[in-house]
């Protein structure tokens, strides 16, 4: 009797732990390995990224997930190799949007942005500070533009690369405060940043998360936060929208995307595996603490219209003031 009336109980049981495993399966788009292609080298902003979600996902999928870092050639290289694979899922890109929307603009790329590549979902996302150095001893933005304005020439602006929101940010500024700030580009932030920190270069728009550092330890000045709202990094540096340049609103999305051939409900379910991830209390204290804003979840088909926007936006920038890439 025994036995009999544990039957329905192990059946139960069994029946409960096989819809589970089948529920488990269809959150997952997967049951192999998933490479990860990243279009920076190994220690960068994107990387970091990558890296985090890389754990957390693979945890939930319960299986491998591989970075492959492909930097080089404004992200070309690894856009390529993402298309070249096969469009089954497999394969993602985790990228800074600016691949997509700011790059394509100043250098010859074997893709289309908008057909070629289809985004899926972010993980976090990245403003940009005004940042100023020793050289300036200015403590806000109306003193750096005094200053700037009573000793014409004399003062130039750093940026990590010529056609990026670095250097769109200080040709607006220039333009709008009527200054004549000479842009200096640098293939990188590290390398900009040593340069505005020694004092050789004045001021510079950077990415939060390679200037908050040096911020926090006194080695920057922080003026703005190129932003819609304040960052809650730097809750009491103002928006440049409230120092009176609206204009001034910038900010890169990190996360994944696909071949632009990979199946849509493919997407969903990536789509739906990122944000699961990104919203994972460990992955959300690791992005904010590296100095990422917090993510907003976005569906793919949202993701692509704002893609689209800042390409539009960008290419009217590019355009009014004959940005090229050796400026």
Known sequence: MNRTSKTPIRFHRLVAALTMLVATTAMA??????????????GGSMDVVARILAEQI????????????KPGAGGAIAVQAMLAAPADGQTIMVTASNILTEIPHVMK???DPLKDVRPVATVARASIVLVAGPSITATDL???ISYAKANPGKLSFA????????HYAGMILNQKAGLDLQHVPFPGSPPALVQVMGGHIGIMFDGMVTSLPQIKGGKLKALGVAAKGRSAQLPDVPTMAELGFPDIDFSNWLGTAVAGSVPSAMVDKINAATLKAASAPKVNERLIAAGFEPNTSLTSAQLAQSVKADYDRNAT???AFNIQLNQ
Request: charge should be positive; aromatic fraction near 6%; glycine fraction near 6%.
């Open 109 to 111: 790329t074997s893709f």
């Open 58 to 69: 693979s945890t939930d999928i319960g299986q491998p997930v591989v970075v492959d870092n």
């Open 29 to 42: 788009w997967t049951d192999k390995p998933v490479r990860m292609i990243v279009p920076a080298p190994a």
């Open 317 to 319: 920038i590019v355009k």
């Open 142 to 144: 109306k003193g750096l």
């Open 159 to 166: 940026s990590y690369s010529a056609g990026t929101s670095s």
